[in-house]
């Protein structure tokens, strides 16, 4: 899944360039490592891309090694539902049988070989029926991350296998702050595990007039190829997440934990520091030239290699600076830029997000 319009990481993320086209750590950016550490195991005519017009043309360069017809084009953002479902559907034309794995483009996985290991169990259980999710093992109480509490354990092995008790909205501190140390939860990672003929069954049972639009869009690919026009029957869609519409509703949902992954799904400024290395007194700098002075925790995101950001006497900073906007707020509040980004659209300014 690669069409989000990245507001959370505003304003180095913005509608003409989300979050998955930054390369934040110097090896691509977040759209082509996700592509990439899927090589070993993926060839890359199994690998679809579902994204937006408007980026599309860019995905395709960033990953060349992908068939120009793996790329399935939403007329519009309608939900994860409709995104997996419309997945579901090519796959299905081209494979029957075929386990599917729903993934995105923004996550940061630094364990590739660990993540690779728990995608093939979750892979073979698929096989025999059901819905998985990789759980993460939490390392602290997150507030930003949803959690799973798993219940029974159905497969022991190296990679056991958990039915899935509920899914819980983000947590209050207190609650985030049990579940770390309960063993029985899991932060939600957003990762699907499941055959694409089951996953159509579920939105057939769950969203039915999801599932018409799909076999409308399905029947106009019979007749024209995926270069149909489905535009029209597209608008139909009632915006739907995969989360909502399926997961909370149907049986048979399991969950694989995963530990040691260093998996973070960038969810704000906050995570470039646990994703980057920082200096002895916890400062992150990406980009241009900082000088820092009696200077901590804060962190600076530069793009004009020809500016100099300095910083004296100050702590717990998230300053970002990319010519065209400069954001300065404290850690503590980082969470809250899409705020800033809600204002901006509620007053047109249509060119600053």
Same mark, same amino acid.
């Given at each position: 899944m690669a069409g989000g319009g990245g507001t959370r990481l505003w304003p180095l993320s913005t509608r003409e360039h989300p979050k998955h086209f930054l390369d934040l750590t110097g090896q691509g950016s977040m759209y082509q490592q996700a592509v990439r550490r899927l090589a070993p195991e993926f060839a890359p005519e199994? $690998?679809?891309v579902v994204t937006i017009q408007q980026q599309a043309e860019q995905l395709m360069q960033l990953t060349p090694e992908l068939p120009v017809g793996n790329f399935l084009i939403e007329p519009e953002p309608k939900g994860t539902a409709s995104v997996i479902g419309f997945g579901a559907l090519e796959i299905l034309q081209r494979a029957p049988d075929a386990v599917m794995v729903v993934l995105t483009s923004d996550h940061v996985i630094g364990n590739k070989a660990g993540f690779l290991q728990v995608l093939n169990a979750a892979c073979e259980a698929a096989e025999k029926g059901g819905l998985y999710t990789i759980g993460i093992e939490p390392e602290y109480p997150a507030t930003g991350y949803g959690y799973i509490e798993m219940g029974e354990k159905v497969? %022991? =092995?190296?990679?056991?296998?958990?039915?899935? %008790?509920r899914f819980i909205e983000k947590p209050p501190i207190k609650d985030a702050s049990e579940y770390q140390t309960s063993e029985k939860h899991l932060w939600n990672s957003g990762m699907f595990i499941w055959k694409a003929s089951q996953i159509l069954?579920? $939105?057939? $049972?769950?969203?039915?007039a999801l599932h018409q639009h799909l076999l409308a869009i399905g029947n106009l690919w019979t007749k024209v190829g995926m270069g149909a026009e489905i535009s =029209?029957?597209? =608008?139909? $869609?009632?915006?739907?997440t995969i989360d909502y519409g399926i997961m909370e509703k149907a049986n048979d949902i399991y969950v694989i934990p995963a530990g040691d992954l260093s998996w973070n799904d960038v969810g704000s400024w906050l995570s470039m520091f646990d994703i980057l290395d920082k200096d002895s007194l916890g400062n992150v700098s990406i980009g241009g030239d900082v000088v820092w002075q009696q200077t901590k925790d804060c962190l600076v995101v530069q793009q004009d290699p020809k500016k100099?950001?300095?910083?004296?006497?100050v702590s717990d900073l998230v300053i970002i600076d990319t010519g065209k906007a400069l954001l300065v707020c404290s850690r503590a509040e980082a969470q809250r830029v899409r705020d800033i980004v809600a204002t901006l659209k509620a007053q047109g300014r249509t060119d600053y997000y």
């Open positions: 199994n $690998i679809l497969i %022991d =092995s190296e990679f056991p296998v958990y039915k899935v %008790d069954k579920e $939105i057939n $049972i769950h969203l039915p =029209s029957e597209w =608008s139909q $869609i009632t915006p739907q100099i950001v300095a910083t004296i006497g």
